[in-house]
Nanobody, 117 residues
Framework: QVQLVESGGDLVQPGESLKLTCAGYGFDSSTYVMGWYRQAPGKQREYVAEITIGGTIHHAEFVEGRFTMSKDNAKNTVYLQMNNLKIEDTAVYYC???????????WGQGTQVTVSS
C-alpha cells in the first residue's frame, strides 16, 4: 500500500526558511514522478515542484529560486527546501506520487506552513 507522510511544516516569520520532508512507503519512488503541491485557504491546490523519474527537477514560476526540491532514492524520500518565505506561502503543502505504469496518483495528508509576522 502506497503511503506518503509529510512533515516539517511550522509557523515561521517572513524571510525565514523551512525544509519539508515527504517519506514514501510501500512503493519504489524511483519509478514514480514525485511532486509538491500546496493549497492556501479558499484557493485551489497548486503545483509547486516535481522530480521526474529521470531526475529532472521542475519548479513553479512563483518559486522564484526560493524553493528547491530534492530526492533521496535510497530513503524513498523527497524534500522541499523553502527559503525567504513570504506571507503568501502560507498553505498546506502536499506531497504526491504518480506511478509511471498506471498513472495512479497518491497523496499525503499534508503539512501546514504558516508564515506570519
Amino acid at each position: 500500500q502506497v503511503q506518503l507522510v509529510e512533515s516539517g511544516g511550522d509557523l515561521v516569520q517572513p524571510g525565514e526558511s523551512l525544509k519539508l520532508t515527504c517519506a514514501g512507503y510501500g512503493f519504489d519512488s524511483s519509478t514514480y514522478v514525485m511532486g509538491w503541491y500546496r493549497q492556501a485557504p479558499g484557493k485551489q491546490r497548486e503545483y509547486v515542484a516535481e522530480i521526474t523519474i529521470g531526475g529532472t527537477i521542475h519548479h513553479a514560476e512563483f518559486v522564484e529560486g526560493r524553493f528547491t526540491m530534492s530526492k533521496d532514492n535510497a530513503k524513498n524520500t523527497v524534500y522541499l527546501q523553502m527559503n525567504n518565505l513570504k506571507i503568501e506561502d502560507t498553505a498546506v503543502y502536499y506531497c504526491n506520487a504518480v506511478a509511471r505504469k498506471t498513472g495512479w496518483i497518491y497523496w499525503g495528508q499534508g503539512t501546514q506552513v504558516t508564515v506570519s509576522s
